[in-house]
């Protein structure tokens, strides 16, 4: 691990970067239609593309905004912050691309967005290169494969859906099932160098909650981003590709890092509010075409670098709209991920926590983390896991007899132990080795 910059390495490198990136004309232009979510800005259209930034002066302050659509009579400009304050004729001046310039030293740091601090800890140290926010995947055979197996200290997980280093799984749930409880326990998982988080559209009280609870043991290693439900659809769809800007930055180090975007359902519907402010058509269920292909387009970034670098291990909760599992955003998430762990209000409602569906979630990567003897006892658990839940109905209305079917018999008296070893509190001690604490739970 190399040294941190002296101050003066610092103060050249920001030098360098005003020098780069300070433009010697400045092009804008009037604004000319201002809306609720959006303005319009006049005379720009040839020197402005997608994804651009401009500001404009508005209450004695610049605001920031980022063009998303550019037609002939000008460019479609949305601000970063809820409330547009300019007027018609405040003139408009164009930023350039956004770019970020992510540093070691951001470990332990909370920032907004835009790669703000909003710990008062002081100023960020800005890193030697610009990277973008829009970052194109790795090239798919370019990457190195995924062989290590990754302990979660969740036992359900590490039993039935366990990980490698290096992979994108998706947590699925409704509202109110556990899903960022869940989250808080996989931010304590061992083997990873860094730790990135992205707080996407979450309550302003739950993220000191999440800051000094799960993750104080890891604060030191990680860096947080946060954009608070009552920001507006720009910071939310940006605060996850900053967070993957961060993390891509750390992989390239040779780092392994662990990033949790908490949730990707929230920066779909801030994408959906954006494509729709450019004019887009809504296709299914309110959301835009370009919704589909921006979902792919950052999950596929995380994932394992190339040979030589480090991975970006990638945890995704997906907020289920009406606990609806099939709803567009969510089915295209589930086929881009490496695999998905299904939270179940049912399980949640008889106190059984985390409350995995394990029938019903899946690790595309567990092949490579079980060995032959375990795949044949995981496989035999859920054959007397869907035994005894098939069953349930007949069971409650009388009509099963002990003695008559060997399996189901069997399937009756241990499944519900194995539900009870499997329950795990969110402050418990993590998991060491889950097959060797599920055989001592059942011995007792």
Not at 46 to 62: C, K, N, Q, S
Request: with cysteine; glycine share 12%; aromatic share 4%.
């Amino acid at each position: 691990m190399s040294a941190p910059p002296d101050p003066l390495s610092r103060l050249d490198a920001a030098l360098a970067a005003a020098r780069t990136e300070g433009a010697l004309v400045r092009i804008g232009g009037p604004i000319r239609e201002v809306t609720a979510s959006a303005c319009r800005v006049g005379g720009v259209a040839p020197f402005v593309r997608l994804g651009d930034r401009m500001g404009f002066e508005a209450g004695g302050r610049i605001q920031i905004g980022e063009v998303v659509r550019v037609d002939a009579g000008g460019a479609t400009l949305k601000p970063f912050e809820a409330r547009i304050e300019a007027g018609i004729g405040t003139r408009a001046f164009r930023l350039g691309a956004a770019a970020l310039r992510p540093d070691s030293s951001w470990k332990g740091r909370v920032i907004d967005a835009l790669g703000r601090p909003i710990d008062g800890a002081g100023p960020l140290v800005p890193g030697p290169c610009p990277v973008p926010l829009d970052a194109d995947p790795p090239a798919a055979m370019g990457r190195a494969r995924l062989r290590q197996p990754l302990r979660s200290g969740v036992r359900a997980i590490d039993l039935f859906t366990p990980l490698c280093a290096g992979q994108r799984i998706g947590i699925f749930a409704g509202s109110g099932v556990g899903k960022s409880t869940l989250l808080a326990m996989l931010a304590g998982a061992e083997g990873f160098d860094s730790v990135v988080v992205a707080l996407v559209g979450e309550r302003g009280r739950e993220v000191r909650e999440f800051l000094d609870g799960p993750l104080a043991a890891s604060r030191g290693r990680a860096v947080i981003v946060v954009s608070t439900g009552d920001e507006s659809p720009m910071m939310r769809r940006q605060a996850p590709k900053l967070a993957m800007a961060v993390a891509e930055h750390l992989r390239d180090r040779g780092e392994a890092v662990l990033l949790i975007v908490d949730s990707v359902t929230r920066y779909a519907h801030a994408a959906r509010d954006v494509a729709l402010a450019a004019g887009e058509p809504a296709v299914a269920r309110g959301f835009p075409p370009s919704v589909f292909s921006d979902l792919p387009r950052l999950l596929e970034r995380a994932g394992p670098g190339g040979e030589g670098q480090g991975s970006i291990t990638g945890i995704f909760s997906v907020l289920v709209d009406g606990d609806d599992h099939n709803d567009p955003v969510a089915d295209s998430i589930r086929g881009t991920l490496d695999g998905h762990i299904v939270l179940d209000r049912g399980i949640a409602d008889q106190g059984r926590y985390p409350a995995i569906d394990l029938l019903g979630s899946i690790s595309r990567l567990a092949e490579h983390v079980w060995s032959p003897e375990q795949r044949e006892l995981v496989r035999r658990l859920k054959g007397m896991m869907a035994r005894f839940e098939e069953t349930r109905d007949l069971r409650l209305m009388g009509g099963y007899r002990a003695g008559t079917d060997a399996e189901l018999d069997q399937a009756v008296g241990l499944v519900p132990r194995i539900y009870e070893a499997l329950r795990q509190e969110p402050g418990g001690t993590p998991s060491r080795d889950a097959f060797l604490e599920l055989a001592q739970a059942l011995r007792a």
